[in-house]
């Protein structure tokens, strides 16, 4: 009998952290399903498939990106409409910071949310950010959210654009994603 009730503290804790594990929304940015779903607004084109390059070895993976300003609308302002449950919960995104100047601003609900500075280093790497965020009491379950580059263009601006992403997430605990999976939310800001 005792073997039933550890059968079932093991199932119970098993099913707890499954829930756990999912993230609350997660949009894969390039491809063009995932981004429609999420309402995606003023990408630039499929990267690397659109300008070869190493785009920080993304093509070594598999990957896809598409960057938040480029020459083909010179907005810098790139969005995506995101799942929140109403609670905390963190929103993270997967950028390359290369040779640019890739800083920029996270907006939520019209309100400035989260700033990145461009590190000037001349490399390409790609980096997970990412901030905590409760929506407004009596919020919509989907809000926006919107990257706005902050740097100057650079000489190489008209053929590549700015800011490039991987992914945006937003989840209240661990998340694993289609690509991969990176463990938990504390393990992706390390």
Not at 61 to 81: F, H, K
Not at 117 to 145: C, I, M, N, Q, R
Request: hydrophobic residues 40%; glycine residues 12%.
């Amino acid at each position: 009998m005792k073997f039933y009730k550890l059968s079932w503290i093991v199932f119970s804790f098993v099913f707890v952290l499954a829930g756990a594990a999912m993230a609350a929304d997660y949009v894969d940015i390039g491809n063009v399903p995932s981004e429609t779903a999420h309402n995606a607004q003023g990408w630039g084109p499929i990267e690397p498939a659109t300008n070869p390059g190493s785009w920080g070895g993304i093509a070594d993976w598999g990957g896809t990106c598409r960057v938040i300003w480029d020459s083909s609308d010179n907005d810098p302002l790139a969005e995506v409409d995101m799942a929140f449950t109403g609670l905390p919960e963190i929103v993270s995104f997967k950028h390359l910071n290369g040779p640019a100047d890739d800083s920029f601003d996270v907006w939520i609900e019209n309100t400035n949310v989260y700033s990145y500075s461009d590190s000037g280093d001349p490399g390409e790497y790609w980096h997970v950010d990412g901030f905590s965020y409760t929506p407004l009491p009596g919020a919509e379950p989907k809000l926006t959210v919107a990257f706005v580059a902050t740097g100057q263009a650079w000489p190489s601006f008209g053929t590549y654009g700015q800011v490039a992403f991987e992914g945006v997430w937003v989840a209240g605990g661990p998340v694993s994603l289609e690509k991969g999976s990176w463990g938990s939310v504390k393990s992706l800001f390390r």
